[in-house]
C-alpha cells in the first residue's frame, strides 16, 4: 500500500488559500506560513503530518496526496476543514 508524507496550511476561505499559494511560490517558507496563517495543530511542526497511507485522510485530501505532483505546492483544496494548501513531500 502506498505511504506518502506531506505538509499542509488549513485556512477558513479559498480567496486566502490563492494568496498564501502566491506568497508561497514568490519564495516565502512553506514551513514558515503555516506556522503563522494555518488553522490546524500541525502548524506548530510548519504543517507536517507525518507519514500516511490511503483512508487515514478525508476523501478530497486523499486523492491530491496520492496523485499529486511531490515537492510542488497543491491547492486549494476544498475539504469539510476547510481549504488547503498541500505539499507532498514524499510518496512511496
Known amino acids: 500500500m502506498p505511504t506518502a508524507t506531506a ?7 479559498e480567496a486566502l488559500c490563492l ?21 490546524c495543530p500541525s502548524r ?8 500516511f497511507r490511503p483512508g487515514q485522510m478525508v476523501q478530497e485530501f486523499d ?15 476544498k475539504t469539510q476543514f476547510g481549504y488547503h494548501l498541500i505539499e507532498v513531500t514524499r510518496r512511496w
Open 7 to 13: 505538509r499542509h496550511i488549513l485556512v477558513e476561505s
Open 19 to 39: 494568496q498564501l499559494k502566491t506568497e508561497i511560490e514568490a519564495g516565502a517558507d512553506f514551513g514558515e506560513v503555516a506556522k503563522k496563517r494555518s488553522s
Open 44 to 51: 506548530m511542526q510548519g504543517g507536517d503530518l507525518g507519514a
Open 63 to 77: 486523492e491530491v496526496v496520492f496523485s499529486g505532483e511531490v515537492n510542488k505546492v497543491l491547492g486549494p483544496v
